[in-house]
């Protein structure tokens, strides 16, 4: 458990806060969407004594060990091995039509950024793997060694927003014909060379993009997020609260539109009253993205990149 008692989960404090209208002194059922090593969770359960709690993740090994982490709740907990997108059929295999709060903390975890053997970590020489879930799907490797060229760039454009994806591609698909790539190190060599100099000095590690890029795409993590978002909107009972954490802007774009689109009124513009059935399902309940503090920052570097967005359902979605 030594990993879970270190691990700092994002913003808690305030993810209680903003979830305490919707759960506080009553009977509440929370989807913990990325329950990783169970950090929220855990603070969720302790702040709200008659809350049951539904936990996702599509990692096995970080199921097992938030599981050991959460057991002290009995049966206030059910884990469940899936990817969040898939939530309205979890809810209905549980007999949940509606549900009072939905979580997410989005992007890579803590614990699988610290097992070498994932390859999300480009510190530290490793299998390119890159897969929240092991037992499924492509690696990065698998990325690397059969995409196309063009492929391959418009990745490391849309997910890395990686300016240098033209010269990175082209050397990797030399290097490729030379031999297919199954480490992080060979490949990090490749990108410390291909980024220019002057930005290696300004840009941060040169890695840090290309993987990026390559996790996203190895696990479908913007296309997962785009359907995830709306189906966990719709889950939501009136008075019922998401929210969201996020780490870059293409995930809190995608958040911030899902958002506003039932925020807003369908009523035409000019009319003097609401039409029924046109008015706002979300109320938003943070002003734009709300980020961690300088406090936080300096105790938990992985704040800093936080965007932190709350809506709360008020009224029923319309059929």
Known sequence: MAAEAAHVPVM?????????????????VVVDATTGLGGHSEALLTAFPQLKLIGLDRDPHALERSGARLAKFGDRVEL??????????????????????????LGVSSM?????????????????????????????????????????????????????????????????????????????????????????????????????????????????LRRAIPAALSALAVGGRIVVESYHSLEDRIVKQAFAELAKSRTPPGLPVELPGHGPELKLITRGAEKASEEEIEQNPRAASVRLRVAERIKEADA
């Not at 808690?12 to 509440?28: D, I, N, S």
């Not at 992080?184 to 941060?204: I, K, N």
């Open 80 to 105: 469940v091995h899936a990817v969040y997108d898939t939530l309205p059929d979890v809810l209905a295999r549980l007999g949940l039509s509606r549900v009072d709060g939905v979580m997410f903390d």
């Open 12 to 28: 808690t404090g305030r993810v209680l806060e903003l979830f305490a209208p919707a759960l506080e002194g009553r009977p509440a």
């Open 112 to 224: 699988q950024l610290d097992e070498e053997e994932r390859g999300f970590a480009y510190a530290r020489d490793a299998p390119l793997d890159m897969r929240m879930d092991p037992t499924t799907g492509q690696t990065a490797a698998d990325v690397l060694n059969t995409y196309e060229p063009g492929e391959l760039v418009r990745i490391l454009r849309e997910y890395g927003e990686e300016r240098f994806a033209q010269r990175i591609v082209k050397a990797i698909v030399a290097e490729r014909a030379r031999q297919p790539f199954d480490r992080s190190e060979r490949l990090v060599r490749l990108l410390y060379d291909a980024v220019p100099a002057a930005s290696r000095r300004t840009g941060g590690h040169p890695a840090k993009r290309t993987f990026q890029a390559l996790r996203i795409e190895v696990n479908g993590e913007l296309e997962v």
